[in-house]
């Protein structure tokens, strides 16, 4: 169950909602997020939830059967809409493009993609400078100075930064830097890391881990919301299988499934998802018309001498082609709906 508190309810009035709902038997955890406060409770007993409506300082309440509570659409019907300012949201209603290289390398390189997005309309730049790699002798990113220089080109040309955040230190000092933190593949199941982002005003992108399923997804953004950041995105972006024909698999059904399950944005990484460039332009269609809320992908002036992520990586030529096809597609799609 979901309590929704009111506004300017006293310290006694949520006290004295508090005793109701334990005399019934359930244990109650309070969440104060952006937007408003709630009272997560947890018991089996079955009982007339009109009880708990009725009470003084209650603004709603809603039953909840999912463990993932506060990111279930049980209780919030409408989606979540993010604004990241400058009218760019993301979220039911509009295709939210994002693009860039796996790695920040240098000015050039920033500057080029920059210019690129801006011809093409798109808001929103990914690039990594603290970089998670398999191996320890790779490229692990140019750090807080090249976020500094990536901050500076995408000011100066109204591009919203999206960029990975890798661990509890790295959240404060990138904060003034970045639009949205991003957790990658492999933290998604840093709880720690979770938490701490909870603590902070702004949005998340979430990414599915590699072995992950879709309840350890959901899970995992509770952990965000529950301690305070209603600012999220769940993003998919291929699961590690047997397959070795292409890097991931990309998992399409997780797209209706979550954008049922949940009422955050869901957003789509084709470039990850499939690891193969010839591929990642038909599974960026097919995430759209599975009702993904946006694309992220990796593009790169030359993706051939890409530090990163080379084989997965669009030039621009191809990434120009895609950002078109995906906005057509979209309109297309809500046409018909």
């Known amino acids: 169950m979901i309590i929704q508190l009111e506004e ?8 004295n909602i508090q005793a109701k709902v334990n005399s019934i038997g359930y244990q109650t955890t309070e969440v104060k997020t952006q937007k408003s406060n709630y009272l997560v409770c947890i018991g089996k007993k079955e009982f007339d939830i009109r009880l708990i ?37 993301i979220g039911e209603g509009r295709l939210a493009l994002m693009a860039g290289p796996c790695s920040i390398e240098s000015e050039d390189q920033v500057q080029k993609v920059v210019t690129h997005l801006v011809e093409n309309g798109v808001k929103i730049m990914r690039g990594g400078v603290f ?20 901050n500076r080109i995408c000011r100066e040309n109204g591009i919203k930064i999206i960029s990975e955040v890798m661990q509890v230190s790295q959240i404060k000092e990138m904060h003034d830097y970045i639009d949205i933190y991003q957790v990658g593949a492999r933290n998604s199941q840093n709880f720690n890391l979770l938490d701490a982002l909870g603590g902070v005003d702004k949005p998340v992108l979430l990414k599915r881990g590699m072995s992950g399923t879709i309840y350890e997804l959901l899970q ?7 301690h305070g950041n209603e600012k999220l995105m769940l993003c998919e972006r291929g699961i590690r299988t047997y397959e070795t024909a292409y890097r991931n698999t990309f998992d399409l059904n997780a797209i209706p499934v979550l954008k049922e399950k949940t009422h955050l944005p869901v957003i789509a990484d084709p470039s990850h998802g499939i690891g193969v460039r010839d591929y990642v332009a038909a599974i960026s269609l097919a995430a759209v018309m599975a009702g993904a809320d946006g694309i992220i992908i990796e593009i790169h002036p030359d993706p051939n001498s890409a530090i990163s992520d080379s084989e997965q990586t669009l030039n621009f030529d191809e990434s120009g082609h895609l950002f078109r096809k995906l906005k057509s597609t979209y309109e297309f799609l809500h046409k018909l709906n």
């Open 8 to 15: 300017k309810l006293s310290e006694k009035g949520k006290e």
């Open 53 to 89: 409506g009725s009470l003084d300082g209650v603004y709603d309440v809603h039953r909840v059967s999912d463990s993932y509570k506060l990111v279930s659409r049980k209780w919030k019907v409408g989606a979540t809409r993010i604004d990241l300012g400058d009218r760019i949201i």
């Open 131 to 150: 970089k998670p790699r398999s191996s320890p002798y790779a490229f692990r990113g140019m750090g807080m100075e090249g976020l500094k220089m990536f």
């Open 220 to 226: 995992s953004a509770e952990y965000i919301f529950s």
